[in-house]
Structures are given as C-alpha cells and as structure tokens.
C-alpha cells in the first residue's frame, strides 16, 4: 500500500470506531490529507453535525452536505470524538500538529470532545518528538521577537512560514532541531511566550486512542495509563 491508501485506510477504521455512536451526534474534524478521506467517508453517516477545525476542512464537510456546528451553538456541552491526524506521535500518545497550519482551531476543538481519536500511518509513530519542525503560531508584530525566544528557551532554529497566514490571520514559525523529551513541559513553557498564540504540541490533551494503519493492516491502541 502507498501512503495514501495506508491514510485512507486509518480514516475508514475511524469511521467504524465511532459508527455506533455517530447516529444523531455532533463530531469534532480535524484538518489535512488523512482527515479529508475521513470527511469523504462521512457522507451518509447519520450525523447531525460537524465541528471543523479549519476553514478547508469546513468547505470538504459543506460540500458532502454535512451540517457544520460551531463550539457556540453546543454551548457548554463536549463533543463525543474528535477525530484528527498527527504529524508526529510518541509513545506516550503525545504529538506534533500544525504541519497544515490548523493548530490553534485543532487544539480548541480537541479540547472539547471526550475521546480523540489520531489517524494517521506508521510513519507518523516516533520514539521521541522533533523530527517534524514543531510549529508555533504567532502574532505577526511579534513574529522576529518570539523567533528569538524560541531559539534562546528551545536552542532550536526558528524558521518563518512564508507566504503562510493561519485562518486566524497570524503567521507560523517551525522550528527545527528539536529532541522534545518533556513535551507537557516545553507546550506550556512557549505558551507563555508574549506573542505566542499556541504551539503545535499536543501533550496537554494528546490522543486517546491511535489507529495507526501499517502494511499489515490497523493497529490500534489506547493512551498508555
């Protein structure tokens, strides 16, 4: 299987761990190219919404007929799933995200559901994070003075997405050159960095369940404890 069936593959296996449950529910949608075979799937599922995490993952949903929801109209309420994508996981259920620019709208959503669910394939499974740039969002007045930041906290090589503005109109460095041993710690440490809007860890509110699909077919696990 090329890496694009293995994508799908992962994305078919999310449809059927929330089948049962998705009748008549409102579900959170991440964004990027495992999540748009998720979506594809959806069609026809019996949902009474979607939460996208992203303007492009908000067209996909529109497109298929699904209804869209924002967090406003559930009020205080969670979400049943949040179903996403990683670029990077460890062992540990913690990830990498932000490689299509959608981290702050993913983080919020994730937030509010009761189980994530990470698709992804076995390339994304990592035994520490780093490899993948780590993306932060960014205030763009602030954006030299964080790089500067980042690179004084992390020692890793803050580098500016050009060209590239976040749904929320900001920008985004990736920062490169990263061995991330302490994930919750470094997460809420850039956090706290003025001008910082979210970072691209997802230690805080990781994963709960991996379907992690292989040439061997789907592996799934949950997060460890």
């Known amino acids: 299987m090329n890496q694009d069936e293995l994508k799908k593959a992962a994305a078919l296996a999310a449809l059927e761990e929330i089948r049962t449950l998705a009748?008549?529910?409102i579900?959170?949608?991440?964004t990027g190219s495992t999540v748009n075979h998720f979506i594809d799937a959806l069609a026809g599922c019996g949902l009474r919404g979607a939460v996208p995490s992203s303007e492009a993952s908000a067209r996909r949903l529109a497109a298929h007929g699904i209804p869209l929801v924002s967090?406003?109209?559930?009020?205080?309420?969670?979400?049943?799933?949040y179903v996403d994508g990683a670029d990077e996981i460890d062992p540990g259920f913690n990830m990498i995200k932000g490689?299509?620019?959608?981290?702050?709208?993913e983080k919020i959503v994730a937030a509010v559901a009761r189980r994530f669910i990470c698709i992804c394939d076995a390339s994304k499974k990592v035994a520490i994070l780093g490899n993948f740039p780590l993306p932060v969002e960014v205030i763009p007045m602030a954006r030299v003075q964080v790089g500067h930041e980042i690179a004084r906290l992390t020692g890793g090589i803050p580098r500016w997405r050009e060209g590239f503005v976040t749904d929320n109109a900001n920008h985004i460095l990736d920062v490169s050159g990263l061995a991330i041993d302490d994930p919750r710690t470094l997460e809420s440490e850039l956090n706290q960095i003025a001008g910082v809007v979210t970072n691209g860890l997802f230690a805080r509110r990781g994963a709960d369940v991996l379907?992690?699909?292989?040439a061997s077919g789907i592996e799934r696990s949950a997060r460890p404890g």
Do not use: E, K, N, W
């Not at 967090?71 to 049943?80: E, F, M, Q, R, V």
């Not at 490689?99 to 709208?105: F, I, M």
């Open 23 to 25: 009748q008549g529910a």
């Open 27 to 30: 579900v959170g949608v991440g």
């Open 71 to 81: 967090l406003d109209d559930i009020g205080a309420g969670t979400l049943p799933f």
């Open 99 to 105: 490689g299509g620019g959608a981290l702050t709208r």
């Open 211 to 214: 379907l992690l699909a292989t």
